[in-house]
């Protein structure tokens, strides 16, 4: 008996080749990967208190950069210590209430007849909906980056009203422009 290795074989040169096309092929489908296209973003309705205190606190808790909240202060003191926190982290809060209010590293502005509330952070994540009351609470909540320009929009032209009602310098008006 002879030792199989010993003999050349058809079999390597044909692996060999078959390796061979294989390598030309993962390069092609490497080379031509799919480019993963991002979700287009749509919405989700959450209802219920505790279920809308949950997000807002969510949001605020994982926001990195920028937190704009607008909403009457009942709403706003449920958050006060996760707003500190954030502060404390560098994240630049901008609050629109109805009644005074002072947060560390923070812009607030007063506003009479707030029923809404609507929170941007990070320009990313928007979540708006009427204040919360015991019952039938539903908001609305997006990734959508429509639906968060839409509403930095219109939460600039809330600011620039406030503002210009309180001849506020335009510096801060200029830096809220570069961060919204």
Do not use: W
Request: glycine share 4%; with cysteine; charged share 30%.
């Amino acid at each position: 008996h002879r030792d199989l290795h010993s003999f050349p074989t058809r079999r390597s040169s044909d692996l060999k080749n078959i390796i061979d096309h294989l390598n030309v092929k993962k390069k092609y489908l490497i080379d031509n990967e799919p480019v993963i296209r991002q979700k287009n973003e749509g919405y989700l309705t959450i209802s219920g208190y505790v279920h809308v205190l949950d997000k807002i606190r969510n949001m605020i808790d994982y926001a990195a950069n920028r937190i704009y909240f607008s909403a009457p202060i009942s709403i706003i003191k449920k958050f006060e210590e996760n707003l500190i926190e954030r502060a404390k982290n560098d994240v630049k809060i901008v609050i629109l209430t109805n009644e005074e209010y002072e947060i560390k590293n923070g812009i607030v502005y007063v506003m009479k007849g707030m029923e809404q509330i609507r929170l941007i952070v990070d320009t990313k994540e928007v979540l708006t909906g009427s204040a919360l009351k015991k019952k039938d609470n539903v908001c609305l909540y997006s990734k959508n980056q429509n639906l968060v320009d839409l509403f930095k929009e219109m939460l600039r032209g809330e600011i620039i009203l406030l503002e210009q009602k309180y001849n506020v310098e335009d510096t801060v008006l200029v830096t809220m422009n570069k961060e919204i």
